[in-house]
């Protein structure tokens, strides 16, 4: 495989028996397809495909992320628009929607746009898109509308908000195809009640299509089902096709203190314990600041995504960050649904739990930890991260599901990765008040499930232990880093990031259509200085390095952020010294 097309998940995923040629696409179509780098199609593709061209069949497909699921219903969208355009005898009005996708989140929905304006490169003529979730003024959409896109990508809530207002602009009557992606997650939003309302502008009964695709289906979409398909083909690719030796995710945990998370991760990162780019997931958006603010300390720069950040910026943040712009991540993933496990497994304390943290919505279908800044908000899900090397729970999800969908961001494109999760045990909750995490409380619990989530798929999850003689030289300096970073220097630069971002964002706004390359040089990675700065802190005297490092450029490595590429690649050679592989392994 070459280039672009390489970036599934697994090359099992790939049909070989078959080509995109044998599947009778229009030629325009099929030289992006191949411009892209894609050869075969994977199997959702190639069976989704016919049944949707050939059969004119409803899809609900259920395939694991990664594997290509994009692809399998915008192909068929774009082919059918394409074939309504040739004939003639067709009285389809000029400004008459044909296709729409509907995403949960804005991340989302700005990806399948960069997806469709790929495939439809050779036919952008025939085939425009709009992105009606990508943060515009209403004023700039109007005008986007009138152009009368062929495909709109939106989230439910914006569709409906944009047919409600703009009757005029936007008809429905010539839909052909409705796809909602991430169908799950839609619903679990609390989108449920804008696509009722959507329903009611779909001509169904007519010769509409619809495609209902996750990595995860479960009964809620059944309503679904039979709202919006007729008879659907429902396609299923069981994650078991991703067996053991297909996986090159390398998955361990560490026991460890509150305090000591902070320690940890300033050690791996300062010492470039993790060759590549680290997305690391924090459980809520101060956390992401205070880790923000103790690494800067230290000279470790990040980024930070959250979703109290402008769309905008959160997109040019991912978009940077897949270019390698930044090397470490801070993304604050803090929207979990726990109810659905905490059933299946019937704890009794669960319930007390939930009731600490949501009151007393116990009956509400779907609790939500925290309340969502933006409710469009998800990294976690779906968004196709590039390249990352490492994922790093520095707080344990709360569910199973979710450490799925966070680990799943790593290991991609059949490279390697490795996912290390820090657990805090029961005994050493709340012992730290000034690091601790409310969520913590439950990480042992949640571990024995992931545990045995992943053994069912035939992986595995070691123990990994630090070497503690090493660590320990550097808590002084990380109690004394920890120290300057108070909740108000949290508070501070928290509302900094956001003045700079929304500033940032509005600049995009204004710049985005016409000079996109005038805002490369926008960095989302400033330092953002904790009320008190202390220089000295940012170099690793040498009786601390390891001895590892101190036989080779030992001076240099204590001076160098770690994401200079080319610092990193030294490393490796130490490590090949020690005749190990695994970055991580290599500090004993
Ligand atoms: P999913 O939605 O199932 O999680 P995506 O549609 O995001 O997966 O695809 C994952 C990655 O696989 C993307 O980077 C995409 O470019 C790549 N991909 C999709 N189809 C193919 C194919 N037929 N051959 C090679 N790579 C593909
Ligand atoms: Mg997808």
Known sequence: MTTKGSDLASDAYLDDSTSFEALQLDPRLLQAIHRNGYHHPTLIQ??????????????????ATGSGKTLAYLIPVIQTILDCKKDESSELGSNKTLGIVLVPTKELASQVSTV????????????????????MSHAVLSSLLLESPEIIIATPAKLLSLLETNINAISLENLKFLVIDEVDLVLSFGYQDDLTKISEFLPLQKSLQTFLMSATLNDDIQDLKKRFCRSPAILKFNDDQ???????????????????????????????????????????IDRGYR????????GIKSCILNSELPANSRQHIVDQFNKNVYQLLIATDDTEYIREEDEEEKESEVSEDSKEVDGKNNN????????????????SRGVDFKNVACVLNFDLPTTAKSYVHRVGR?????????????????????????????????????????????????????????????????????EDGFRAVTQVAVREARIKELKQELLASDKLKRHFEENPQELQSLRHDKELHPARVQQHLKRVP????????????????????????????????VQ?????????????
């Open 46 to 63: 190639s069976h989704a495909i016919p049944l949707a061209l050939q059969q004119k069949r409803d899809i609900i497909a259920k395939a």
């Open 116 to 135: 469709l304006e790929q495939l439809t490169l050779y036919c952008s003529k025939d085939v425009k898109n709009l992105n009606a979730s990508s943060d």
């Open 242 to 284: 991703i067996t053991k030796d297909d996986s090159k995710l390398l998955q361990y945990y560490v026991k460890t203190t509150e305090f000591d998370k902070f320690l940890l991760c300033y050690v791996i990162f300062k010492l470039g314990l993790i060759k590549g780019k680290s997305l690391i997931f924090v459980n809520n």
């Open 291 to 298: 880790l923000k603010l103790v690494l800067e300390q230290f």
């Open 364 to 379: 509400k279908k779907i609790k939500r930890l925290q309340v969502k800044k933006d409710k469009e908000y998800g990294v």
């Open 410 to 478: 790593t290991a991609r494109a059949g490279k390697s990765g490795t996912a290390i999760s820090f657990v805090v045990p029961l005994k050493e909750f709340g012992k730290h008040k000034p690091s601790m995490c409310p969520t913590a409380k439950r990480d042992e619990k949640i571990l024995t499930r992931i545990i045995k989530q992943q053994s069912k798929l035939g992986l595995e999850l070691q123990p990994y232990s630090f070497d503690n003689k090493q660590v320990e030289g550097f808590r002084y300096r990380l």
């Open 542 to 573: 040498e009786y601390l390095l390891p001895d590892s490092v101190k036989q080779g450029k030992s001076k240099k490595i204590g001076f160098v952020p770690f994401h200079k590429p080319k610092k990193a690649h030294k490393k490796g050679k």
């Open 576 to 588: 090949k010294r020690n005749g190990k592989s695994d970055p991580l392994k290599n500090f004993k």
